[in-house]
């Protein structure tokens, strides 16, 4: 895969930084564009959010956007194509999602996976999507063209709702800031001029699993 990022409100040398580091790459590539977020004004397509806008927060209320960054993933030469699952509409329940969901490799759901639920209870846990592939609720794909993908900040990391399903705002991981040198750290940091440090990104809101965990989530 080719990778190429942009976001709306950072620095051309914090975009440099962003791509030395694999694991916020991927974490940038959650919704493609026509995601409908949910907001007090009703849902909106997630490329037409601009930050200062308010979105709706499962547990907060509405809260403001105060970043958006898109990443525009494209089939390298080998004819690779771009991997990206497709949650059909009503896989989970009637509006669940309201519409097909296409996410990329940054994306989690709120779910109750059957062999972690002695240990989160009745609550939940932050899914990737691609490991709820199926191949009749949640298909995985290829891409032959570029897809780009989207991702929110807000001031906290937030439980979100996107075609009728829970999600998640951006959150980098606690720890992510291991193993860069100071001035790599310094303009990683630039690209989110509302934080001063790697702790203000605050706690996860919710337990989510890693990016890279096991495919086939048992969700029955």
């Known amino acids: 895969m080719l990778i190429s990022i942009s976001y709306i409100t950072i620095a ?14 991927a974490a940038h590539a959650a919704f493609a564009r026509g995601a409908l977020v949910s907001t007090p004004r009703g849902p909106v397509a997630v490329e037409d959010l601009s930050p200062g806008d308010m979105i709706t ?41 309201m519409a097909d969901l296409v996410a990329g490799p940054g994306a989690r759901l709120l779910t109750r996976p059957r062999q972690l639920r002695a240990r989160i209870g009745g609550g939940g846990v932050l899914s990737p999507v691609h490991a709820m592939a199926d191949g009749v609720h949640a298909i995985r794909m290829l891409s032959r063209q570029p897809v780009t993908f989207y991702h929110l900040v807000l001031r906290r990391h937030a439980v979100i709702v996107v075609n009728g399903l829970e999600t998640e705002s951006f959150h980098p991981g606690a720890g992510f800031e291991r193993g ?6 310094r303009q990683v940091m630039s690209a989110f001029p509302h934080l001063r440090a790697p702790g203000d990104f605050g706690p996860l809101a919710q337990m989510r699993l890693p990016l890279d965990a096991p495919e086939m989530l048992d969700l029955a």
């Not at 051309?12 to 930084?17: G, M, V, Y």
């Not at 860069?180 to 750290?185: K, N, P």
């Open 12 to 25: 051309q040398a914090a975009i440099l930084a962003l791509l030395t580091i694999a694991k916020i790459d």
């Open 57 to 97: 927060t499962v547990w907060c209320g509405a809260a403001p956007v105060l970043w958006i960054g898109s990443v525009t993933i494209r089939p390298d030469p080998s004819g690779e194509g771009t991997p990206l699952t497709r949650v059909m509409a009503d896989a989970f329940g009637l509006g669940r999602p």
């Open 180 to 185: 860069l040198d100071e001035g790599t750290l």
